[in-house]
């Protein structure tokens, strides 16, 4: 067979792919579509392109479902939790992946062990002992549980791209005179750039998207998160579906755009790993 030649394989897999694309796209296609609609014309023909937008569902959502404030405590919660992970994480790997290989190995074997345990085992002693620090409520209690639960699969990601990388750069930077720590910083670090995006998108989406944890950590603070703020909102508006949708596009584009921003870094890191 020659190389590169069209067969009717590659045509079976283009199909498919467009009917998995197309599957995927309709229900952000249906929910923006009747965010953008008043009632009375989505609920006539709700799959018809909205060729007159009418943004008010959008500012009624955002008083109605107070989603300013939820919005800011959603990035405060991702920020903090993000900059916390992505150092101790690559810290961590890094030393995982240049110390010597069987105290690496046994080291990165508890963080795998950590991986498979499910974090509903330990949800009520990390309750009490938020209540007993005294941080329930506030949003130090989420940053806390989100560093906790996701280090493991950050320092996985971390790990298996530096792994990959050359000792000789290391080598090359202390021969240089560079510290462990220069060397880190100003010569590994810079390399892992692509894995780096990974660890922010896919701990951005967990964390953006969790509701049971800020529900009860959150419950009855000025703090909640912007599921929390959705679903109290549904509850009162779910007969006006236009309003709904648009608290709903509203939640999910922070996320969008990140991801649409650090979708090329996200590739990489994973083709990366994979070579790991």
Same mark, same amino acid.
């Given at each position: =067979? ?7 394989? #590659?045509?079976? *897999?283009? @199909?498919?792919? #467009? ?6 796209? %309709? ?6 579509? @009747? ?47 993000? &900059?916390?992970? *992505?150092?101790?994480?690559? %810290? ?18 508890? !963080? ?42 950050? &320092? %996985?990601?971390? #790990?298996?791209?530096? $792994? ?14 560079? #510290?462990?720590?220069?060397? !880190?910083?100003? &010569?590994?670090?810079? /390399?892992?750039?692509? &894995?780096?995006?990974?660890? @922010?998108?896919?701990?951005? *989406? ?5 509701? /049971? ?19 109290? %909102? ?8 236009? @309003?709904? !949708? ?17 979708? $090329?870094? =996200? ?10």
């Amino acid at each position: =067979m020659a190389k590169g030649r069209y067969t009717a394989g #590659t045509f079976a *897999v283009e @199909i498919a792919a #467009t009917v998995a694309a197309i599957c995927f796209i %309709f229900p952000v296609y249906l929910l923006v579509t @009747i965010a953008l609609k008043e009632r009375s014309t989505w609920s006539r023909n709700p799959m018809s392109p909205p060729f007159n937008p009418y943004f008010g569902n959008f500012k009624q959502a955002w008083h109605e479902a107070y989603l300013g404030d939820a919005l800011i405590s959603s990035i405060v919660v991702v920020t903090l939790s993000l &900059v916390i992970l *992505v150092t101790v994480g690559a %810290f961590a790997a890094y030393f995982l992946a240049r110390c010597k290989p069987r105290l690496g190995y046994t080291l990165y074997v508890f !963080f795998l062990l950590a991986m498979v345990l499910p974090f509903q085992l330990g949800l009520l002693p990390l309750y009490q002992m938020m209540r007993d620090l005294g941080l329930l409520g506030t949003p130090f209690s989420l940053v806390i549980f989100y560093c906790g639960y996701q280090l493991p699969f950050t &320092v %996985f990601l971390y #790990t298996g791209y530096i $792994r990959a990388l050359p000792r000789a750069y290391d080598e090359a930077a202390k021969i240089d005179g560079a #510290t462990d720590m220069q060397t !880190f910083l100003h &010569v590994i670090f810079p /390399m892992i750039r692509p &894995v780096t995006g990974t660890v @922010i998108i896919l701990n951005c *989406v967990f964390v953006w998207n969790d509701f /049971m944890t800020p529900l009860l950590y959150l419950q009855g603070s000025r703090w909640a998160t912007v599921p929390v703020a959705v679903a109290a %909102f549904v509850d009162q508006e779910i007969t006006d579906w236009g @309003i709904v !949708f648009a608290a709903l596009v509203i939640g999910i584009a922070p996320v969008m755009a990140l991801f649409a921003v650090l979708q $090329r870094h =996200m590739m990489e890191g994973f083709a990366g790993g994979l070579k790991a």
